[in-house]
């Protein structure tokens, strides 16, 4: 059976080169890169290069980076760290209603110990406005955290004009760019931002491994105290060959990511073109065109439930994923895509595929070909389906 | 996450569709909880002769569907209304800890078809 795997934003396969570079690091060069010896210096050497390429690959020094366990650490670093380090100066922070579950359960947590929070909605293509931003500064908000590209419907926000607006009311600036790193231009300079988010899984390297940007001058507050590593911000030996990996990961998506984009908006727009034209009752989630992820397709199919479309594509080998409440093991649908404005039974039956680089023409036409069977039999069952075409045809 | 055996239902449903003038119609569940299980009973007697589904949910939405009507076919109203939601679970090998409560509504709906059944005879008799 043919397999596709269109779930890269859940995470991607390690690179080979990457992996056998982490190899090396693991069995050979596997000194402490705190140690004085030579083991030590030649992991502290390979270690620091790492970090040159994850600072190139977003425009920052590399003594503006520290490594994490993943995307969820960073993330938690920047918003639990930078919270408490400046809650003298306010008590007001900022996010918006589509963030990741990392960012919005850390405010969360900190609305329930002494701080306000507000959360900024969006419009029905997820996008937030500069001007919700604006209006909800105050001068005691010490904090704004906005994603640069949703992980479920692929929606880009307007992060340089945001954080020119945060720069200007003297917020901080932190931008979760999980999603977004290697796909569309990451610089810390043009997007104006303090702290940025990234994770080394999302971009072909490998899991357990993450980085915080923190522009020079920002004060954090660490969650993990010991040893002092990564200048006192994040104890605990570092993850050598995992961070390596990333490094390299950074440096061969930097050099792919041009022609890799160009690729993968042009598979993306196939998919979604396809569904909508062999597929009646779809929505499109999220916008269309330059402000979508190149690598995002993300669609609600009415009448139909996610967690049975999954089932249904993985039997005939296609990996995908879905907002549905069945498959996020809670009673409800994603948020992101309530926050958008669909109601409950459409959200229930959205489908993201995301796509990467072992994706081809093929692999789409495979999926174009698989749905819409998949869609008749569900539909076929749905009591839903019966009585929509039951009122269409009364009328 | 699934069984064999809930995999084997989802894949080849049994007993889907409908009974045109069936003798009872039950529905639970609603679309906002991303689960609807419809069925329609034919009643000869007391006996339950022909059983259809139609199910908007999860795999366990439509695994356990189809379970019911396998299981309730040919029997007796009293025997059906001793099927309970647990019961079809455990005739499919078990589900998920998660799925027990929201998708687990099959045995509900049959039950509220023979409900359907009982007031239509109650009508009948006017």
Known sequence: MRKVYMDHSATTPVDPEVASLMMTYYTEKYGNPSSIHSFGQEAR???EKAREQVAGFIGAQPAEITFT??????????????????????KHLITTAVEHH????????????????????VDEYGLLSVEEVRKAIRPDTILLSVMQANNEVGTIQPIAEIGKLAKE???????????SLGKIPVN?????????TISSHKIYGPKGVGALYVRKGIRLIPLVHGGGQEKKRR??????????????????????????????TELRDRLLDGILERIDYVKVNGPRGARRLPNNVNVSIQFVEGESLLLSLDMVGIAASSGSACTSGSLDPSHVLLAMGLPHEIAHGSLRFSLGRQNTEEDVDYVLEQLPKIVERLRQMSPLFDQMQREAGAK | MYTEKVMDHFTNPRNVGEIPDADGVGEVGNPKCGDIMRIYLDIEGDIIKDVKFKTFGCGAAVATSSMVTEMVKGKTIPEA?????????????????????????AADALHAAIKDYYDKQEKAKG
């Open chain 1, 188 to 196: 810390v300079d043009d997007l104006n931002v303090d702290m940025l």
């Open chain 1, 235 to 264: 104890s605990g030996t570092e993850n050598t060959p995992g961070i390596i990996g990333f490094g390299k990961a950074c440096e061969l998506a930097q050099a792919r990511m041009e022609e890799e984009a160009e690729r993968l």
């Open chain 1, 45 to 47: 050497e390979a270690l």
């Open chain 1, 102 to 121: 990392a960012v919005l359960e850390t405010f969360e947590f900190l609305a329930k110990n002494g701080f306000e929070l507000t959360i900024l909605p």
């Open chain 2, 81 to 105: 209304l001793d099927i309970s939601n647990a019961a079809v679970a455990e005739a499919l090998g078990g589900l998920p800890p998660n799925k027990l409560h929201c998708s687990n509504l």
């Open chain 1, 69 to 90: 366990s993943g995307g969820t650490e960073a993330d938690n670093l920047a918003v639990l760290g930078a919270a408490e380090a400046y809650r003298k100066k306010g």
């Open chain 1, 169 to 179: 009311r003297g917020v901080l600036f932190h931008v979760d760019a999980v999603q």
